[in-house]
């Protein structure tokens, strides 16, 4: 009997995941919660954090690309973050994927992006790694908690 309370029971936790600039450009381009897809394929709660590099670049494109279409996904992406946990890092790096990397690794958290070539990084790493792949399927890549 205790085994099935405890089998069946639900766990509460929630995951703690660092989120890439392209992840955050995918949301705002489609317009749905793709966080709630996520936490649906990972059944867990997902807590997003980000960190100073990642806002820096969302601004900058905001910023450099006047008007354009991307320059406001950009903008939306900035919006959204600002809902998430801000994550105060002392890496100075100026590289975004470098700085995403090393926290990851520092804080043991898995990293949520759409970057092809971080996602071989982070891989390379033993960084756990959750992305989209073309046919819109939630995948993860290494052990997550």
Known sequence: ???????????????????????????????????????????????????P???????????????????????????LCEKFEQLNTSIEEENVDLALLKTAKALRLPVLTLDSGLRRALRNSNVSVIYLNKKGEIRVEGFIP
């Not at 450009?25 to 867990?44: H, K, P, Y």
């Not at 590099?53 to 919006?79: F, Q, T, W, Y």
């Open 1 to 51: 009997m205790e085994t099935n309370r405890l089998r069946y029971s639900k766990i509460n936790c929630t995951l703690r995941v660092l989120v890439d600039t392209s992840f955050l450009m995918r949301i705002a381009e489609l317009g749905e919660d793709l966080l709630a897809r996520v936490e649906e394929s990972l059944n867990t709660k997902i807590a997003p954090v980000v960190i």
């Open 53 to 79: 590099n990642v806002v820096e670049e969302l601004r900058s494109l905001a910023r450099a690309r006047g008007r354009g279409m991307k320059a406001r996904r950009a903008g939306l992406a900035l919006i």
